[in-house]
DNA sequence: TAAATGATGTAACAATTGTTACAGAACTCT
DNA sequence: AGAGTTCTGTAACAATTGTTACATCATTTA
């Protein structure tokens, strides 16, 4: 664990954090699909993100689903933060978009660090400040680009997520993470195969023009 | 200014704070309408809003709009909190809904105040935590409503932040507010006007069924 | 291997939202 | 009062997005 905690946070967390975070922080593998947070749940760790990447997405009340962004590698769960600080409720669903490991922090530790290590004050701070600009990058997206545009750039931005141009989705999910319905996105997808950027095949998009 | 200060920020600031924002602090006054911050500007001071209340709106580069949401009496604004840790440039767009006036804190003070004063960091962090949950409902409305729903949401919350059942604005600002166009917000008003929850007025929509 | 399940392709149609065009009302300014 | 401007109402139509229905193909399971 240690090392790991080295890799990923060597130049942005003192080497008093970092000790704290191997004394205090359980380390937890999660497969590919798996929920690690749902909403509702109750917060009482701080997942913060050693390897692969999460999926974080916003669910309504009649189950209507809608994906935010993706969380990497030394990222740290923003929504949960908010938790930390009041609510303690959570509003939106992670999912492990890959395999992946994270170091789970009790919440408690929030306030203390927050107080002793600069490094933890700079980190929460530009925690929230990416999350808030990939918020802004959602609302944009949703107010100003029509669904042609949105599902380009969403598989673009899941190449870069997931290091691969050969996405294995279904078109079923790609609908539900842009909370639209899978006849739109498999007419999208054709249109997009015919103008050449992407190769069709079962359970898996190829993109072809990056 | 003391006097204002203590109305707004009495249980929220410490003494010494209040002290330390009435000595920097620069109290400005603007008229409804004005444009506070404008995309693309250098901030170089945090806006403290003591009275009145702030539209926020989001510009994509072809000037298309949208609102995102209020900043009200003892609200900072959080985009420019961003922007004091790291990126300068304003994102958003700040336009005084109704007359206001505001503190203006030089952005240097935020690091000093994060390493000085407690309250200032419960307030910062509450500051994020508020305006997470405002992006949050901006992006719900956007993906789960349709324009009739946004359009009864957005007259509701616009009686609650200016406390007035009457509304003075034209189909035209809520087409841009909502970022769709002027005849759509007509056809649904008078829709809405049919169901009887609203009345129709030259510059006026007055909310009936509040 | 046959049946069941899941994924995709596509047509036809419905609903919503956006666009263009124009008319008339209300207001402002001189 | 008259001219110009702004605001609102509405029709007609276009484009986008959503829905229903069904066929086909691939994969898994019995």
Redesign the pocket.
Known sequence: MKALLQDNFEYLFEPALLNEIDNVGIVKDFAAGDVIINIGDTIRYMPLLLEGAIKVSRLDDDGDELLLYYLERGDVCAMTLTCCMGNSVSEIRAMAEMDTKIVLIPVQKMSDWLRDFHSWRTFVFESYNSRLKEMLEAIDNLAF??????LLKYLKHKVIVTKDTMLS??????AYD???????I?????SL?KEGKLK??????EFLDF
């Open positions: 680009l029509n669904m042609h545009e949105r989705i279904t078109h079923q999910t790609v842009l909370h639209t319905s899978r006849v739109v498999s007419r999208l997808l054709k195969e069709l095949h079962r359970n898996k998009i």
